[in-house]
């Protein structure tokens, strides 16, 4: 870890210049299989769906782990892409640009809690950021939020797979965060 720090932050884990603490940023769901469901190219209503997978319903008791944003992630995603972690910047509110980097993330871990994965992460928030240090020192800055880039999204509804903005269902334009009944009555 410490040959790792000194190579993402170009000196040591010194304490007097970083403040370390730990996050749990992300976690996983399970998915199942949607019986009799069609793949590819299908019209459901007035929507046009492209389907890839079959196994695109969250299970009901991992759903709690969707995250505030409406956003989740299969154990296969998290534990082929979590150590993407690693290096990352340290962002306030979401200005990513590389000079307003509060710090780096020193180390991803994936932990495994029987009912999902946990990715827990390393950060290191440089001191001269003395006001961010306070707040987070304090209590008074609590929470993370992280940022991903991602080759396509499937909406756990209908199984629409989109590449980009343009390509999201309806469902996921209009319907993030609500809950639905399956076919199945779950």
């Given amino acids: 870890l410490s040959d790792q720090a000194r190579e993402i932050l170009g000196g040591s884990l010194d304490p007097d210049k970083y403040l370390f603490t730990h996050c749990t940023i992300v976690a996983s769901v399970d998915t199942e299989r949607v019986p009799n469901v069609r793949l590819g190219k299908v019209r459901e209503g007035s929507d046009s769906i492209n389907r890839k997978y079959s196994d695109y319903h969250i299970t009901p008791s991992s759903s709690m782990f969707v995250n505030n944003n409406g956003d989740s992630w299969s154990r296969q995603v998290l534990l082929a892409s979590y150590p993407t972690f690693i290096g990352g910047q340290n962002f306030l509110e979401h200005v990513q640009i590389e000079e307003k980097s509060k710090g780096r993330i020193i180390d991803a871990v994936a932990r495994d809690i029987g009912d999902s ?15 961010l240090i306070g707040d987070i020192e304090s209590g008074k800055m609590s929470t993370l939020s992280m940022g991903c880039t991602t080759d396509f999204t499937i909406c756990t509804k209908c199984g629409h797979v989109a590449v980009d903005e343009t390509e999201l269902c309806s469902h996921v334009r209009y319907e993030k965060l609500n809950t639905f009944m399956d076919d199945q009555g779950q």
């Fill in 117 to 131: 994965v946990y990715v827990d992460i390393l950060v290191a928030t440089n001191r001269k950021h003395a006001s």
